[in-house]
């Protein structure tokens, strides 16, 4: 495994708690405003208090994104998709995206890693983030079912992000990629923290269904409950 910033969890502590809240809402209550949002199109809209964490958390689905300067968690579960966490400590931004596929052709949607790469970083942007501050942690890539060995899905993907984040001259400072696991990704875009579990091949064929119909819907019950005491 490359080295990353994987912390291990302590027990009935929370290792990763970030500033406080910069918006001043109690806790419970922001995320019942975060649920009134109107998102942007592809941002992730699945919020949740995770109380393990202690923190405010949203899902990334398959083809979503999510940036933000806020002391919120940013978590997502991968199989042969990537996400890419990309954080600009000048001004403490962070973002993270989930594509299944490197390219589509003239499908602006962020399914594929040539759009979402784009719109993470444009957004970003829009948040005082710059380009030549920025680092990256790449996660996922993982081989997780035998009949997507042909096909080289997250051997495609991995290199992808890889040569796309090369090109735009951004820093990959850690990465966990490829193998054969599922995983679990948890950020903290407030302060570029990032934790990774390696899942257990319990069910990937519904994991990977899910990734290839981008199945919000299935993605949220499985993963409902915002639990992340598999790290």
Not at 18 to 40: C, F, H, I, Q
């Amino acid at each position: 495994m490359s080295a990353f910033d994987a912390v291990p969890l302590r027990s009935g502590g929370n290792p990763m708690a970030a500033p406080a809240g910069r918006l001043g809402v109690p806790v419970g209550s922001r995320v019942d405003a975060l649920k009134k949002r109107t998102p942007r199109p592809g941002e992730a809209a699945f919020f949740f208090h995770d109380h393990h964490f202690g923190v405010d958390t949203v899902k990334v689905l398959p083809g979503e994104y999510y940036v933000s300067q806020e002391d919120l968690m940013v978590m997502t579960v991968l199989g042969s998709c990537i996400a890419a966490c990309i954080w600009d400590p000048k001004v403490r931004v962070g973002g993270m995206n989930h594509f299944m596929l490197p390219e589509g052709g003239g499908d602006t949607s962020g399914r594929y890693g040539s759009y979402a790469m784009e719109l993470l970083i444009n957004e970003m942007i829009k948040l005082g983030a710059r380009r030549e501050t920025m680092q990256a942690k790449v996660f996922g890539g993982g081989q997780v079912m035998h009949s997507f060995t042909t096909m080289n899905v997250g051997e495609r993907n991995t290199e992808f992000v890889l040569d796309y984040l090369q090109t735009e001259r951004i820093a990959i400072i850690s990465k966990d990629v490829l193998d054969i696991h599922p995983r679990k990704v948890c950020y903290f875009p407030a302060t570029g923290k990032a934790m990774v579990k390696r899942l257990a091949h319990s069910h990937p064929e519904t994991l990977e269904t899910q990734e290839r119909k981008g199945s919000a819907a299935a993605v949220v019950k499985t993963t409902a409950g915002g639990s992340v005491d598999l790290f």
